[in-house]
């Protein structure tokens, strides 16, 4: 019996894909690839420092959104 919770309809997004098409496990996987090479690490000290309007305001209204994209 499978169950949910409203966190797994409303905060958990996850990708599941099942194909036996290389190019497009390849790709799949370059998304991924490409996205942490743009990452970069941050202390708590430098993530409660961060700009108020780039990421607080603009982070809340991705969030207002989300769930339209």
């Known amino acids: 019996m499978l169950t ?6 409303f905060h958990n997004e996850e990708l599941d894909i099942s194909t036996a098409e290389p190019r497009l ?3 799949v ?4 690839v ?3 090479a743009q990452s970069q690490t941050m202390s708590f ?3 409660q420092q ?3 309007w ?6 809340s ?4 959104i989300q769930w339209q994209l």
């Open 54 to 59: 780039r990421h607080r305001l603009f982070g």
């Open 29 to 32: 996987e370059q998304v991924f």
């Open 34 to 36: 490409d996205a942490f």
């Open 45 to 47: 000290k430098d993530w």
């Open 25 to 27: 496990q390849q790709s």
């Open 4 to 9: 949910s919770t409203p966190r797994s309809f």
């Open 61 to 64: 209204l991705v969030r207002f």
């Open 50 to 52: 961060r700009s108020w």
